[in-house]
C-alpha cells in the first residue's frame, strides 16, 4: 500500500494517548484551536478533523451526554438550530449539492467518540466519490481545516 505523509496528525495521536479528556467536552475551551465556528448557548459546531469531505462538521450539546433521550427540549432546539446554521455556512462558502447528516449512537453502530453524542454533517457533491478511495484507500481533501474555518468564522 502506498503511503501519504500527514505530520499534522502526530499532535491528535498524541494527545489522544496523553488526554483520555473528551473532545467535544474541551472543544469550546480552545475553540480556534479545534476548529468551533458556532458558538450557541447548549451546542457548538466544529469542523472533522479527519473529515470524510471538505467541509465535514459536527454539532454537539455542550453536556456530555450519549444519547438523544437525555437530552432537554431546549437543547434539541438548540442543536438543530445549530445544523440549520452550520448548513447556512457550509453553503454560503462551499455550495454542495448535498449532505449526508448522520448520528452514530454508540460503537457497534460506528461511533468513534461513543460518550458524547454528536451530528456529523458532510457536504456532497456530484462526482465527489471518486477511483482514490476505491483503489489506493485514499481520500483527497482540497481545501484546509485552517482556511475554511477562517471563512466559517466570518459569516
Known amino acids: 500500500m502506498d503511503r501519504i505523509w500527514a505530520p499534522w496528525r502526530i ?3 498524541r494527545v489522544k494517548r496523553k488526554n ?3 473532545i467535544f467536552c474541551n472543544a469550546g475551551k480552545f475553540p480556534k484551536k479545534n476548529y468551533v ?3 450557541n448557548r447548549y451546542s457548538l459546531a466544529m469542523l472533522n478533523l479527519y473529515p470524510y469531505n471538505n467541509g465535514h462538521s459536527m454539532v ?3 453536556r456530555h451526554i450519549d444519547k438523544i433521550s437525555s437530552l432537554k427540549e431546549e437543547e434539541i432546539l438548540d442543536i438543530f438550530k445549530t445544523v440549520n446554521e452550520t448548513i447556512y455556512k457550509l453553503n454560503k ?3 454542495p449539492e448535498g449532505y ?3 448520528i452514530n449512537i454508540s460503537d457497534i453502530a460506528g461511533a468513534g467518540i461513543k460518550k458524547h453524542l454528536h451530528i456529523h454533517i458532510v457536504p456532497r457533491w456530484k462526482g465527489d466519490t471518486n477511483f482514490m478511495p476505491v483503489l489506493y484507500d485514499t481520500k483527497i481533501i ?3 481545516l485552517d482556511e475554511l474555518f477562517l471563512k466559517l468564522k466570518k459569516i
Request: proline share 5%; net charge positive.
Open 93 to 95: 462558502i462551499l455550495n
Open 37 to 39: 465556528f458556532i458558538n
Open 20 to 22: 483520555k479528556k473528551c
Open 60 to 62: 454537539f450539546p455542550r
Open 11 to 13: 499532535n491528535y495521536i
Open 100 to 102: 449526508n447528516l448522520g
Open 142 to 144: 482540497s481545501q484546509s
